[in-house]
């Protein structure tokens, strides 16, 4: 049972407009969002996080979007860039109860900005 | 610092062979985990722990052994290896669990069996 989706599994964009990647999750309990950004032959780097009591949160070029009621949050990237090129994976983490630290990830979504 | 390193980068291994994967971080951080990534599947957890001590099961356990007897080592263990079993695997800690600023990954150990 997957509990954090991402349907599309690719995105193409051109250079300088916005790409927007999506997520879906089941689990309720979730209260921590968070995105990572990564490279062929790399781990995983953190990108931008959202916490459940928030709809919203920036970070330069990143802003991430929580909806709770839909049970779905999205990554903009505005301005888009050639360097942006990855692939990108959201991950929730929280049972409600206590912190475990345990982060249930996505399947990922490749991104390609075209120049 | 050096982060999270892990050890080897690349592994073949034979069916029914045993061999530890090596977790390392000099952050001084509590948790830790490990994840498998398979194409299409995204990350997997397979075990993490919250500090030295103590560990627990993630999603996908079966196969796989861990200990953490000091803060700065997360080793995982395959006991007998199965095709299944081919995967790229990363390991992963965090300060407190809150995830500010996320998970610090390694970068990763490629395994084949055959």
């Known amino acids: 049972d997957q509990q954090v989706k991402q349907n599309s599994p690719s995105l193409s964009v051109q250079e300088g407009r916005i790409s927007i990647l999506n997520c879906d999750y089941t689990?309720?309990?979730?209260?921590?969002f968070l995105w990572y950004k990564k490279y062929p032959a790399e781990g995983p780097t953190f990108l931008i996080s959202?916490?459940?009591?928030?709809d919203k949160n920036e970070d330069g070029r990143f802003t991430v979007f929580l909806n709770k009621s839909a049970k779905h949050l999205s990554l903009h990237i505005v301005p888009s860039q050639p360097g942006d090129s990855a692939v990108y994976f959201c991950?929730?983490?929280?049972?409600?109860?206590?912190?475990?630290?345990?982060?249930?990830f996505g399947q990922g979504t490749t991104l390609q900005v075209k120049p | 610092n050096a982060g999270v390193t892990q050890t080897p980068k690349f592994q073949v291994l034979k069916t029914g062979q045993s061999m530890t994967l090596q977790c390392a971080q000099d952050?001084?951080?509590?948790?830790m985990s490990w994840y498998r990534q398979d194409p299409g599947m995204g990350l997997r957890l397979i075990h993490y722990?919250?500090?030295?001590?103590?560990?627990d099961q993630g999603e996908v356990p079966n196969g796989y052994n861990v200990s953490r007897s000091t803060t700065e080592d997360f080793p995982l263990r395959l006991l007998s290896a199965a095709p299944s079993q081919t995967s790229v695997y990363f390991c992963?800690?965090?300060?407190?669990?809150?995830?500010?600023?996320?998970?610090?990954f390694g970068s990763g150990t490629r395994l084949t069996v055959v």
């Open positions: 959202i916490s459940s009591i928030k």
């Open positions: 722990s919250v500090g030295a001590g103590i560990t």
């Open positions: 952050m001084n951080h509590e948790y």
């Open positions: 689990n309720s309990m979730f209260d921590y």
């Open positions: 991950a929730a983490s929280g049972d409600g109860s206590s912190n475990t630290g345990k982060l249930i």
């Open positions: 992963a800690s965090n300060q407190d669990g809150l995830l500010m600023g996320g998970y610090t």
